[in-house]
């Protein structure tokens, strides 16, 4: 099974239209069908790892280094997770275990993941609601502050 395959085959899997697919990674169509039909060969990491996110897998499954795709999630439960995401209110312990892992290099990426999911929703702070897409240093400040009660 080449890239292309799995690509497709993991679109299907998922729920999603071609042109959903192509909406998420911000493509046409005719380019996400061009993937899964493989005629764009030795696809870029820097293409590769958006696709996989939007399909909810690892570049390493993609390009058949592993068979074992990460857990897919059923369209419908995508939903689901879309509103738990909106709501996420971290705790004081749930920071202060942030700020452990922030200066670990090897949890940068899971750190920098939940920074971007708390980051597309508003959260109150010091009074003031934060809008949409505040910067990591208010986010900082926030583990910071989380030290000081």
Known sequence: MNVGQRIKECRIRRGLTVDELAEKLKKNRATVYRYEKGDIENLPITILEPIAEALGTSPAFLMGWTENSAPLMEKKNIYEF???????????????????????????????RILGVT???????EGKVAARGFQ???????IDKTQET
């Open 82 to 112: 879309e509103e738990m995401r909106e709501t996420f209110q971290p705790t004081t312990h749930e920071l202060e275990v942030l700020k452990a892992y922030r200066n670990q290099p090897n949890m940068q990426p899971a750190v920098d």
């Open 119 to 125: 980051s597309r929703r508003h959260i109150r702070m």
């Open 136 to 142: 990591e240093t208010t986010f900082t400040n926030m």
